[in-house]
């Protein structure tokens, strides 16, 4: 945990803010890598996840972007209106999720909306390895469009692609163009809205990418619909206690409230934090921290979203 002093709150677009942390005692903040994000301790108890923005060669301060989501649980609604320049934030040591590929040729940066955030440190790094990349930024109006003038002035401006939904046919993304484009030893990043990251990342299987040169960070996993959740057991490899998991409730809360501690964060299915291994039995994977191809081993869930196909799980706890 690290105490961080807000030192500038910035209305980067409409809807978006960004935060600049600096640490309250002065000094040097931990190193972080492109693509890292930070648990930041909301006023109001939530802990929520945001991709750190700055350039990892700033070791005096963070910065974060946060999307005002009219669909907010809460976490970007509290960073809004209750944080303010000035105030003191619990944060967590950043986590590296969503790292750059040190054996890609090229990299491709995609971008949608506050999918910008990791993306701006990734190319921060790129362009001080002197890598070749492009970073290509879709929003759907230049009003709602965090950071264009710092995109403006940074020294990779050349290497940054805009994509107005808003604007002319002409400059929108052409993504099966650009990847058809691509060598083998290209990899693509994308981070955004689920939409957006669906058709990139359908784009990627349609054109033959393999998962291995497809990255991903994901905000929210989508929301399922709990009407048709239904009850299950789960039983502990440890122990052989059985737990039964109601269709409203998730396998983290359910053993929670019987003191079986598991870790926690982002309790949305982004963060992998709560991973835990899978003996017997198939889940149903929730959580888009995973790739397809992980899913498929069914050796591992999320229990603070995931469920499951088969009446029982046995679970590595
Ligand atoms: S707590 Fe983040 S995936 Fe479960």
Redesign the pocket.
């Known amino acids: 945990m690290l105490q961080v002093n807000v030192s500038r709150k910035t209305q980067e677009a409409e809807g978006v803010c960004s935060f600049e942390l600096c640490p309250v005692a002065g000094g040097l903040l931990p190193a972080f890598e492109a693509g890292a994000h930070i648990d930041v301790h909301v006023p109001g108890g939530l802990i929520r996840q945001y991709s750190l923005c700055n350039d990892p060669q700033d070791r005096d301060r963070y910065l974060i972007g946060v999307l005002q989501e009219p669909g907010s649980r809460g976490g970007s609604q509290a960073m809004h209106t209750d944080v303010e320049q000035g105030q003191t934030l619990t944060i967590g040591a950043p986590r590296n999720l969503f790292g750059l590929q040190p054996g890609a040729t090229r990299h491709l940066l995609f971008a949608g909306g506050i999918g910008i955030t990791p993306m701006l440190s990734m190319a921060h790094t790129l362009c001080h390895q002197g890598a070749d990349f492009e970073l290509h930024y879709c929003f759907r109006s230049s009003d709602r469009a965090a950071f264009l003038q710092a995109l403006a002035a940074a020294p990779f401006a050349e290497r940054i692609r805009l994509h107005d939904d808003s604007g002319a046919q002409g400059q929108k993304l052409d993504i099966h163009a650009l990847l058809a484009s691509a060598d083998a030893g290209t990899h693509l990043y994308v981070c955004g809205p689920a939409g957006f990251m669906n058709h990139v990342l359908t784009a990627g299987d349609a054109a033959g990418w393999p998962q291995a040169r497809l990255h991903r960070e994901f905000f929210a996993a989508p929301a399922a619909d709990p009407d048709l959740d239904s009850a299950f057991e789960v039983v502990l490899a440890s122990s052989g206690k059985t737990f039964t998991i109601p269709a409203d409730r998730s396998v983290f809360e359910v053993l929670d409230d019987a003191g079986i501690y598991l870790e926690?964060?982002?309790?949305?299915?982004?963060?992998?934090?709560?991973m835990t291994g899978v003996l017997e039995g198939i889940p149903e994977h929730r959580?888009q921290?995973m790739s397809a191809d992980e899913h498929a081993r069914n050796d591992r869930f999320?229990p603070?979203?995931s469920r499951s196909k088969t009446p029982r799980l046995v679970l590595d706890l």
């Not at 926690?264 to 709560?274: D, F, M, P, R």
Request: charged fraction near 10%; aromatic fraction near 6%.
């Open positions: 926690t964060s982002c309790e949305q299915g982004v963060c992998g934090t709560c959580d921290f999320t603070c979203c």
